[in-house]
């Protein structure tokens, strides 16, 4: 059931192809003990697509928040807001507080990747900022 679904807790590598671009994902968890992984990879990205838990925002918004301190001010944001289809989601208005200080590109997407709503308007923002 996808309401049951955990954080991650490791990391992983994958590569997809986008169009004619082949795009190298880095799944890492928001957990504290990852953040010294996500200083090395945002050294070297040329964006980042971070995915909130709708139903669990207080707990990622701190996450965002530090993943923010580690990039180049020009690397764009993508933040999928994502379990949009659940009752108690928080709507992508509610992270207007913790990004209206961004000078960097950012956006905000509502999604639901099991239903695979918003990921294609998502990708969509991002590609032209790369």
Not at 21 to 32: I, Q, S
Not at 61 to 86: V, W
Request: net charge negative.
């Amino acid at each position: 059931m996808v309401g049951d679904t955990v954080p991650t807790m490791g990391f992983d590598k994958c590569r997809v192809f986008f169009g004619h671009a082949a795009v190298d994902l880095y799944d890492t968890g928001g957990v504290a003990e990852m953040h010294v992984v996500w200083n090395t990879l945002a050294r070297d990205a040329h964006a980042v697509i971070f995915v909130v838990d709708a139903t669990r925002l207080s707990q990622s918004t701190s996450s965002l928040s530090e993943m923010n301190r580690y990039l180049y001010s020009a690397t764009p944001i993508l933040i999928f807001l994502n379990k949009q289809d659940l009752p108690n989601a928080a709507a992508p208005s509610h992270l207007q507080g913790l990004t209206q200080r961004w000078t960097r590109p950012f956006a905000v997407f509502g999604s639901s990747f099991a239903a695979s709503e918003g990921l294609n308007a998502g990708l969509e923002w991002l590609l032209p900022h790369l």
